[in-house]
């Protein structure tokens, strides 16, 4: 008995000894503790910060936090299959994504990978996701326009190629609405489109898909998409694959036009990411640096001067407000990193003002440079106007008996809000916008009803589009009005106004 126990013994000995412990101290680490998404790695002596590190079984690793002893590790995938003691490998390089003109109408997943069903993508080149912002002489100042099609906001809040524009409303305010126009608009523009969705529900997602292929705008777009279900080390990543997929064509010398819906999810999974990997918290408990955060992944976005190349990267992210609050941590932040912020107002939104975009808080910090001379002929004191019959507004309410000057600013500015009113995915080109702003220049508005206003903007454009092309012809090529083209308008637009009275109420 007692001798078989000592073979026992001896065999395990053996069996220990044969067994090839790795190497712990640079290339190799082992797992101690995992959970959550994120692995504690012992070992791995030379890993740098950001580092890809390869688990067993196809997992992939960022790592994050190099400590004197362990490596806090965010998983880039489920954590079902790892367990303590597992071997961790270094890749020695930074994580990396496909970039290139085959990723154009297709959905991939945070690590650019396809999830569309639509087969393999074979990228031109991989890119790190991390990179550094294009430097202060390699740029120029935004001065070509980039259109959203929506009449608010290319009248009165301009964005230019190369400009950082956030986009800052409630929940349900027409946030991914708003960029869905902007990116139908850039059909025909050479603009192409990179969507990033984080954390948005999948449906949301395919909801975006099918609006973009319908549309025909999916050809140009490409969607990178970290669902709300997947992890988040992936939401965290996202941004920065959409970024660098987006840098890839801004290199090339082409412009490039990236969404971040929204950043607000975006820095929520970050802080769950540091929370789990021990580090410490500060205001809302976000960790001290998710100011870096977004501002090293909108620093990203430029234009190129001629010199690099000539491309541009224009970003609108995305951020979700709490009750209108935009004084928050980090809508403040984001609000402080781009050069303006189109402000989507719930209330507005719910009076059937839609877009909803603010008048007054909204702003656009660079992009009147690259403004239309016709886009400014007709819009420059649109502000003014809104801002006036505001003012009123509330302060008519309690009388009612106006003076005929209050009377005048209150019904011009029922009109037109009323005209700034756009349908959900129906952008407008450039001319039509210019068209639909003249009648308000040039006092056509006031002649009509409020009810009206919107049925005459689509009977002009029509007629504009068809009898008077050449002169809709004009102001695309040069961009201006001029005082030839004014005079033309001026006899067309009385003679619409009255095809359009004998149509609804007979001559
Ligand atoms: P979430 O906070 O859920 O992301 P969101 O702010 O992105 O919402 P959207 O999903 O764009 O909002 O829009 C909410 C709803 O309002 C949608 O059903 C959309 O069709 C409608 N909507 C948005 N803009 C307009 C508009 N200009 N005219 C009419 N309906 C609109
Ligand atoms: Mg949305």
Redesign the pocket.
Known sequence: MSLQSEQIIEKLKERIQSIELPDLSEEHGVVSTVGDGIAFVRGLRDVVSGELLKFDGDTYGLALNLEENQVGVALLGSDMNIRENDIVRRTSHVVQVGVGDALLGRVVDALGRPIDGKGDIKPDAMLNLERMAPGVMTRESVHESLFTGMKIVDAMIPIGKGQRELII?D????????ILSTILSQKGQNVKCVYVAIGQKASTVARVVKKLQDHGALDYTVIVSSAADESAPLQYISPYTGCAIAEYWMDKGEDVLVIYDDLSKHAVSYRTISLLLRRPSGREAYPGDVFYLHSRLLERSAKLNKQYGGGSMTALPII?TQAGDISAYIPTNVISITDGQLFLNLDAFNAGR??AVDSGLSVSRVGSAAQTKAMKHVSSSLKLELASYYELLSFAQFSSDLDPETKRIIDHGERLVELLK???SSPLSHEMIVLSLFLNKYGYLDELEVKDVLPFEALMHKRMSTVYKEIVDTIAETHELSDETIESLKTIMPQLIQEYRDMNYGS
């Open positions: 409303g929940r349900q305010t027409g946030k991914t609405s708003m979700e839609r877009p756009q349908e959900d």
